[in-house]
Nanobody, 121 residues
Framework: QVQLVESGGGSVQAGGSLRLSCAAS????????MAWFRQAPGKERELVGGSTWDGDRTQYSDPVKGRFAISRDNAKNTVWMQMNSLKPEDTATYYCAARRGSSIRAEYEYWGRGTQVTVSS
């Protein structure tokens, strides 16, 4: 059973940056596609971006393209998401998720509990 723990959230002003981390235990990330989702109050959870198990392919949602970047170190069982040029509309709880297989836009098996990101204008 893979367990995921996010960290790195916080409060920043618009234009600022944050780096989220997702640490995994109970399994090796080298066999999992990893993704970040977010959910803002009153909105559905949405995929922010994801990375295949080898990091060879990443995908991002349109609102974050060019601003967010996902990286991973399978040896450290950790995935990061660098978030730059943050906007108030990026305010949400961010979740790390893992799934077997190479599809990024698919159902995920394992989820972290989330970390809050708040961007003020």
């Amino acid at each position: 059973q893979v367990q995921l723990v996010e960290s790195g959230g916080g409060s920043v002003q618009a234009g600022g940056s944050l780096r989220l981390s997702c640490a995994a235990s109970g399994g090796t990330l080298s066999t999992y596609t990893m993704a970040w989702f977010r959910q803002a109050p009153g909105k559905e959870r949405e995929l922010v971006g994801g990375s295949t198990w080898d990091g060879d392919r990443t995908q991002y949602s349109d609102p974050v393209k060019g601003r967010f970047a996902i990286s991973r170190d399978n040896a450290k069982n950790t995935v990061w998401m660098q978030m730059n040029s943050l906007k108030p509309e990026d305010t949400a709880t961010y979740y790390c998720a893992a799934r077997r297989g190479s599809s990024i836009r698919a159902e995920y098996e394992y989820w972290g509990r989330g970390t809050q990101v708040t961007v003020s204008s």
